[in-house]
């Protein structure tokens, strides 16, 4: 429960802030997008690629903690799964911590 009400209070302040990404080349977007990846082909291995909407990708930069656990860069938009074809986009929230590293990559159908 707390984990969900942290991500509430981080998406509230992502929106607010409206912080757009400027490019693919960000560390962040490479590391969601990695993870992500690699996550959605352990659920289903039919995932070839993963494609974020680069006008709907908010990244803001974050100094908070889940429980204990530093989160440092806070990252949501619209993503696509590439199966057969490319499918209805789906949200994500991505969490990364110190260093880089991918804490959490939620995906939800819209």
């Not at 289903?44 to 990708?57: A, C, N, Q």
């Not at 929230?93 to 995906?107: D, Q, R």
Request: net charge neutral.
């Amino acid at each position: 429960m707390k984990l969900f009400a942290a991500l509430l209070l981080m998406t509230t302040l992502l929106v607010d802030s409206g912080a757009r990404a400027q490019s693919s080349q960000e560390p962040a977007i490479d590391a969601c997008r990695a993870s992500g990846l690699i996550a959605l082909k352990e659920h289903s291995p039919s995932v070839k690629d993963l494609i974020f909407d680069m006008e709907t990708l908010l990244v803001s930069k974050a100094n908070t903690h889940v429980e204990d656990v530093p989160v440092r860069t806070v990252m949501m938009g619209e993503a696509y799964l590439e199966k057969k074809g490319i499918g209805k986009p789906q949200r994500f929230v991505c969490l990364i911590g110190e260093k880089g590293k991918v804490l959490l990559t939620f995906f939800m159908a819209q």
